[in-house]
């Protein structure tokens, strides 16, 4: 007897720790991605987490930043927005959801850093200072963010004092909602969970999108090339740098093997025609000879690691080749303009 209450106490107490616990973090240095995403409503369908932290520290950023045009441009960024982006900036997570027609989207998006908010403040009365505000439960919401004189869809908000939101006016109201605890999280929605355990969270950059089967059916009809996607309900994608290598992985899920094996085929012969863009450019040739399409009974999926070496040239080749359309730009002869006769 004494054992069995022993047991039971031991029990009570780690019910009492747990429930003392504090919340995941989501405070800059200390969040992680899942902790963010659980800031987004229960209708979202679509979610995109980028680790720009990580991403910043790649090789390719410092390689970038060695351009005195692309330092110039980041220094000035620094100078305007107070902040940066390497040492200040953790992740981005947008959540996406269907408007009521199914044929747009709503969202909103979480920027997870450290800032300092009369900084930001001051750029905006500098930068847009026709801007207009309104509170909602709390929360102030900045809308005419870019001073246009035309339909204002933008909102921005600061949520706390490590997170920024902007998007649509009910993607940021959603989000702040969930912070409040007044609505769910995407967490419970059953369908995005699934979708959440398929794809690589622990990517660089990575989404995972449900699909209903009737949004899927208007696009279907809208745009009749999509009919490609039938059976289709869920995408993940996710993209990294390992071993020297960038690495896509894009997966569908769904639909019979009969449409997935269509699918597949129907990549592939994209790939096929993206061979005459190769024959004149060797470096695009490495890209497409590193893409693998495969299908099963319910995926398709589409994946490519191609090494840092082959990336560097296929970049130097896409500048060359901008170079050379904005060179043929310059060099072209200006049009004669009609003579008016007075």
Same mark, same amino acid.
Request: net charge neutral; glycine share 8%.
């Given at each position: ?9 031991? =029990? ?20 992680? $991605?899942?902790?963010?995403? *659980? ?7 679509? =979610? ?44 981005? $997570? ?14 909103? =998006? ?6 300092? !908010? ?6 905006? !009365? ?68 699934? =979708? ?45 740098? *390992? ?7 894009? *997966? ?39 893409? %693998? ?7 398709? *999926? ?6 840092? %070496? ?19 730009? !310059? ?12």
């Amino acid at each position: 007897m004494k054992k069995a209450t022993s047991i039971g106490s031991i =029990v009570l107490f780690t019910v009492f720790l747990a429930s003392c616990a504090p919340a995941s973090s989501i405070k800059a240095g200390s969040a992680t $991605v899942e902790s963010l995403i *659980r800031l987004l409503p229960k209708t979202t369908l679509g =979610v995109i987490a980028i680790d720009v932290h990580r991403g910043m520290g790649l090789a390719s950023v410092s390689k970038m930043l060695q351009d005195p045009q692309a330092k110039q441009k980041y220094d000035e960024f620094i100078k305007m927005a107070g902040l940066d982006p390497m040492k200040d900036v953790y992740f981005v $997570v947008m959540g996406l959801t269907a408007t009521p027609n199914a044929m747009g989207h709503e969202g909103g =998006v979480i920027v997870n850093l450290k800032y300092n !908010k009369d900084s930001f403040l001051a750029t905006m !009365k500098e930068k847009a200072p026709e801007f207009q505000s309104e509170s909602y439960n709390g929360v102030t919401i900045y809308s005419n963010l870019d001073g246009s004189e035309t339909k204002q869809t933008t909102r921005a908000a600061f949520l706390d004092d490590s997170n920024i939101l902007f998007g649509s006016a009910a993607g940021v109201k959603g989000i702040v909602d969930v912070h409040q605890k007044k609505a769910e999280s995407v967490m419970k929605n059953a369908a995005m969970a699934g =979708v959440f355990k398929k794809v690589d969270k622990a990517a660089l950059a990575w989404g995972a999108f449900s699909l209903p089967p009737d949004l899927v059916k208007k696009r279907m009809e809208s745009i009749p090339q999509l009919k490609v996607l039938e059976g289709v309900t869920a995408l993940t994608l996710s993209f990294d740098y *390992r071993l020297s290598n960038y690495i896509a992985d894009i *997966r569908t899920m769904g639909g019979t093997e009969e449409q997935n094996k269509n699918l597949a085929s129907t990549l592939n012969g994209l790939k096929g025609l993206g061979g005459m863009l190769a024959a004149q450019e060797p470096a695009a040739g490495d890209l497409l000879n590193a893409i %693998e399409i495969t299908s099963g009974k319910d995926f398709v *999926r589409l994946y490519i690691s191609i090494s840092e %070496e082959a990336m560097d040239k296929l970049g130097e080749a896409a500048q060359a080749r901008v170079g050379d359309i904005m060179k043929t730009k !310059k060099d072209a002869p200006a049009e004669e303009k009609p003579e008016v006769k007075k």
